[in-house]
């Protein structure tokens, strides 16, 4: 937990910070660990049960470890009218697991979103940092194999 009391102190224990401190603490385990909310909560001087609200409420963080790569599906209006659903379910299909599930071997996490903010490329789907637009079934397992 030294690493995360070096994120809180980055951020000079500002509890105006919380979402930043998550935000890093998360990068760094690759999801939030109940003894870091707590000792984010201590630092910070921010409630408990108010950092585990801010920590539930963005999709973009997790309280359960993910995967090695984090496949993010769309399903806002513009990409559930392209087809959004589909692809969500060619992924499901793909991996062999479903929205908030991790697979076995742990290197696929995924999640459907209401939005990543690409709605004229849609349907969008994001693995990790990376945008993939204009998104087919086909294309689907074709870009999953490259993070194999």
């Not at 401190?21 to 939030?32: E, I, K, P, R």
């Not at 997790?62 to 559930?80: N, Q, Y």
């Not at 945008?131 to 194999?145: A, D, G, Q």
Request: proline share 5%; aromatic share 6%.
């Amino acid at each position: 937990m030294e690493s995360v009391e070096k994120i809180v102190e980055k951020y000079n224990c500002n509890p105006a910070d919380l979402i930043a401190v998550l935000h890093d603490t998360q990068a760094l385990f690759n999801y939030l660990p109940k003894n870091a909310l707590v000792l984010i909560s201590e630092k910070l001087k921010v409630p408990l049960p108010e950092v585990y609200r801010v920590a539930t409420f963005y999709k973009a963080f997790s309280l359960k470890p993910r995967g090695k790569h984090h496949v993010r599906v769309c399903l806002g209006t513009a990409c559930h009218v392209r087809g959004g659903e589909r692809i969500l379910d060619s992924v499901e299909r793909a991996l062999g697991i479903k929205s908030d599930e991790v697979t076995k071997d742990g290197l696929f996490s995924m999640v459907s979103v209401n939005c990543l903010g690409v709605c004229a490329a849609g349907p969008i789907m994001m693995i990790d940092k990376e945008y993939h637009s204009n998104m087919t079934p086909i294309r689907v397992e074709k870009i999953l194999k490259k993070y194999r």
